[in-house]
Nanobody, 122 residues
């Protein structure tokens, strides 16, 4: 699976952004898809994952603000980010894996996109 993330940018705190991740090579409907982020000087952090179209899981810090979804027909993964905070600033990566386990562990994901920068100004 080849993944390409896009849609990042600069936004004021309280604003919204939608990230997209275009997949090729294999249908994303067969994979667990996830979003991670990495801020400067910090480890890569799990954000959200989705499986089978409707089963989702989020890190507590984004629960209720972010929504992960996917369009299987277009083979695109999304991350709708609302009520953004300064601490959401990071490079965001999309990723794919086969099994719905170890969702928080970056090493368990086999495929990665190149990352897109999200900057939230306070």
């Amino acid at each position: 699976v080849q993944l390409q993330a896009f849609g990042g940018g600069l936004v004021q705190a309280g604003g919204s952004l939608r990230l997209s991740c275009a997949a090729s090579g294999r249908a994303i409907s067969t994979n667990v898809m996830g979003w991670f982020r990495q801020a400067p000087g910090k480890e890569r952090e799990f954000v959200a994952a989705i499986w089978s179209g409707s089963i989702t899981f989020y890190v507590d810090s984004v629960q209720g603000r972010f929504t992960i979804s996917r369009d299987n027909a277009r083979n695109i993964l999304y991350l709708q980010m609302n009520r953004l905070k300064y601490e959401d600033t990071a490079v965001y990566y999309c990723a794919a894996k086969d099994k719905w386990d170890r969702l928080r562990e970056a090493v368990s994901y086999s495929y990665w996109g190149q990352g897109t920068q999200v900057t939230v100004s306070s």
